[in-house]
């Protein structure tokens, strides 16, 4: 089962992938490609051990956080698919899909599911609210030793005053979207993927 030709994508995969992502077809054979050279067990998923290996997200003080992204609640493997869905949030948004028919469902690249992730990358206890702890502990992260504990909670005590609307002393999604309204989300959490 380990080979390499076992593992191989077949076309109807590949179409369900680019409807489900809206990636292309080289651009999904060339993800494939670098996919199974991450795949060090050879068995078509990915450990985060696997992605602890990419040297950019070894040296991201978020790395660890982007890497669980890939793997839902209790899983410790991602298959293609998955790693495919993930890194769809990072497709660049086309003019096209800008004005997509609201029947069909949200692109996972839309500007919505782009905030969704960046928004569970702070809810660190995944309970729907970003705390003042858990705004701490990713503030942590980014800045390692560089600022003290006090001016890093009183960064985290602003960020909260302003973003709070209903006083509850944390960050919902909506609060989280509304702080970032003005912000071009969609330019600042896209990767150009070679066609």
Do not use: C
């Not at 004005?99 to 599911?113: I, V």
Request: no cysteine; charged share 30%; net charge negative.
């Amino acid at each position: 089962m380990g080979s390499r030709a076992s593992t191989l994508l077949r076309e109807e995969e590949i179409e369900e992938i680019k409807k489900e992502t809206g990636f292309s077809h080289s651009q999904i054979t060339r993800l494939y490609s670098r996919f199974t050279s991450l795949d060090k067990g050879e068995n078509g998923t990915l450990s985060r051990e696997d992605f602890q290996r990419i040297p950019e997200l070894a040296i991201n003080p978020l790395g660890d956080r982007i890497i669980n992204a890939f793997f839902p609640e209790g899983e410790d493997q991602v298959n293609f698919r998955g790693f495919m869905r993930t890194l769809a949030h990072f497709r660049p948004i086309e003019d096209n899909e800008k004005n997509k028919n609201a029947a069909t469902s949200e692109p996972l690249n839309s500007r919505t599911n782009k905030l969704l992730f960046a928004f569970r990358l702070y809810d660190l206890d995944r309970d729907d609210k970003i705390s003042r702890d858990e705004l701490l502990q990713v503030l942590r992260m980014m800045v390692g030793v560089n600022i003290s504990d006090d001016q890093l909670g009183s960064i985290a005590d602003r960020t909260i005053q302003e973003a709070d609307t209903n006083g509850d002393n944390s960050i919902s999604f909506n609060e989280f979207v509304k702080v970032l309204e003005k912000v071009d989300v969609e330019q600042k959490m896209s990767i150009r993927f070679l066609h």
